[in-house]
């Protein structure tokens, strides 16, 4: 099985900027890809960024140009670097993996989520 557990989440001002961590543990080996997820309040949880085993990486519209998904090689840590943060980007934001459990199968890992509001 595999725990995420995020961290780095806070108050910050408009333009400002936040690095969000996600570290995972247990079978690592089974992760396929991680990524970052955020949900407005009263919304359904968005696709921020997503990372994959072999490093290709996938942005939100909304994102790209300001987020940067990167994690370390034994993916035991996921992050995600905000900049120019506006308070629209205000959210709690989720670390999520795709965890292989057997052939063509998987199970999606949520972490509790770290809040992210940002002042004007």
């Known amino acids: 099985q595999v725990q995420l557990e995020e961290s780095g989440g806070g108050l910050v001002q408009a333009g400002g900027s936040l690095s969000l961590s996600c570290v995972a543990s247990g079978s690592m080996s089974s992760i396929d890809s991680m990524g970052w997820y955020r949900e407005f309040a009263g919304k359904q949880r968005e696709l921020v960024a997503r990372i994959t085993r072999g490093g290709d990486t996938t942005y939100a519209d909304s994102v790209k140009g300001r987020f940067t998904i990167s994690r370390d090689r034994a993916w035991n840590t996921l992050f995600l670097q905000i900049n120019s943060l506006k308070p629209e980007d205000t959210a709690v934001f989720y670390c999520?993996?795709?965890?292989?459990?057997?052939?063509?199968?998987?199970?999606?890992?949520w972490g509790q989520g770290t809040g992210v509001t940002v002042s004007s």
């Open positions: 999520h993996a795709m965890v292989l459990i057997s052939r063509n199968r998987y199970l999606e890992v």
